[in-house]
């Protein structure tokens, strides 16, 4: 019987010369990928891990000595985990700008003073060359409900400094928004455990 480690040359040799191709293939596409800026990505779909991965970015940058900021729309909680975690890191600014989930909330014109003013927060560090990555987190959801303005919202997004990374997240993301971006994740949802009956955990969902 063949397994996995019985001895092949000749499978060993259609492998070695398949992962040479690629190997050129990649190796070229890393040549040619020549140019330095800021990158704007968004994360958006109805899968579980859009801000998670946003977070994750966000470790990353600080393992690199680079200083961000983090502007949080629609949420209002100051318990999760990644905020008590981040907030200990001096190279990190975090503002919670929200008031809760708008089905709580039951309150547009609120929802639309609190979007304002958290994006006004979001300019002064779009606007300061210090700051090497910012994360809009659930900015797709506001500018979903048109509580701020699509275009001024990419103009802003476009005017930033050279080297800024920026990171957006949330369901929706408008379209034009889609086409603005860098990089899109579409994050699709297959199974959730909120949909078993399975509570909101501490560590794993805040």
Known sequence: MTTPHT???????????????KKAVVDAAVAAATERRGVLL????????????AFGVLARALGHGLKAGVVQFVKGRSDTGEEAFFRRHSDVSWHVMGDGFTWDTQNRSADIASARAGWEQARALLRDPAVALVILDELNIVLKYGYLDVAEVIADLQARPLMQHVIVTGRGAPDALVAAADTVTDMGATKHAFKAGIAAQAGLEF
């Open 7 to 21: 001895p092949d040359p000749d499978r060993d040799a259609r492998h070695k010369a398949r992962m040479e191709r």
């Open 42 to 53: 968004v994360n958006t779909g109805n899968g579980k891990g859009k801000s998670s991965a």
